[in-house]
T-cell receptor, first 114, second 115 residues
Framework: DTGVSQDPRHKITKRGQNVTFRCDPISEHNRLYWYRQTLGQGPEFLTYFQNEAQLEKSRLLSDRFSAERPKGSFSTLEIQRTEQGDSAMYLCASSRGGAYNEQFFGPGTRLTVL | AQSVTQLDSQVPVFEEAPVELRCNYS??????LFWYVQYPNQGLQLLLKYLSGSTLVKGINGFEAEFNKSQTSFHLRKPSVHISDTAEYFC?????????????FGQGTELSVKP
């Protein structure tokens, strides 16, 4: 299966700890997106990359959040000094360029901050 | 800026009955429209999309949707549902000239198909 993969699938951490998530997109896709989904809500856009360049960040992405996509392949999303409000499902998606192209989603990483 | 409203948070329906999941959007620019489905413990999967042309769009698993520009709606329909259609359904938009392609999602509609 060559779909989008995310690791880990679940993460439980204590408030104040740092966490890092990884996303491996479909190999030929140059765009990579991060979304956050809380219970009972639709996904909310966080940030996206075109190759290795981070081109847009949502206001939801506070300075505790940082994302990278070195070499335009996999991406990492790090949350520093986690807060209980960070508890959510973090979704990664990838696509070929263009707003009209389908975004393929990974299974997500569920973060629980105690 | 765009926003999406899914008018029903939950839709219970019996197997083989027709179903309509409602979606309205707001945007100051033209948009692309999408419906995604999320099965339990799985990633979102594209059902169908409207880019341009015919306002009736057919997707996978027998679903279709109709774009209505005057009512800014993009309702999803299926003439006869199966138990396997039980899932969360999300309507989403992307601005036509938003080169980044970020999706703005609605709150989701939980479709529950009962035998």
């Amino acid at each position: 299966d060559t779909g989008v993969s995310q690791d880990p699938r679940h993460k439980i951490t204590k408030r104040g700890q740092n966490v890092t998530f990884r996303c491996d997109p479909i190999s030929e896709h140059n765009r990579l997106y991060w979304y956050r989904q809380t219970l009972g809500q639709g996904p909310e856009f966080l940030t996206y990359f075109q190759n290795e360049a981070q081109l847009e960040k949502s206001r939801l992405l506070s300075d505790r959040f940082s994302a990278e996509r070195p070499k335009g392949s996999f991406s990492t999303l790090e949350i520093q000094r986690t807060e209980q409000g960070d508890s959510a499902m973090y979704l990664c998606a990838s696509s070929r360029g263009g707003a009209y192209n389908e975004q393929f989603f990974g299974p997500g990483t569920r973060l629980t901050v105690l | 800026a765009q926003s999406v409203t899914q008018l029903d948070s939950q839709v219970p329906v019996f197997e083989e009955a027709p179903v309509e999941l409602r979606c309205n959007y707001s945007s100051s620019v033209s948009v692309y429209l999408f419906w995604y489905v999320q099965y339990p413990n799985q990633g979102l999967q594209l059902l169908l999309k409207y880019l341009s042309g015919s306002t009736l769009v057919k997707g996978i698993n027998g679903f279709e949707a109709e774009f209505n520009k005057s009512q800014t709606s993009f309702h999803l329909r299926k003439p006869s549902v199966h138990i396997s259609d039980t899932a969360e359904y999300f309507c989403a938009v992307s601005g036509l000239y938003n080169q980044g392609g970020k999706l703005i999602f609605g709150q989701g509609t939980e479709l529950s198909v009962k035998p």
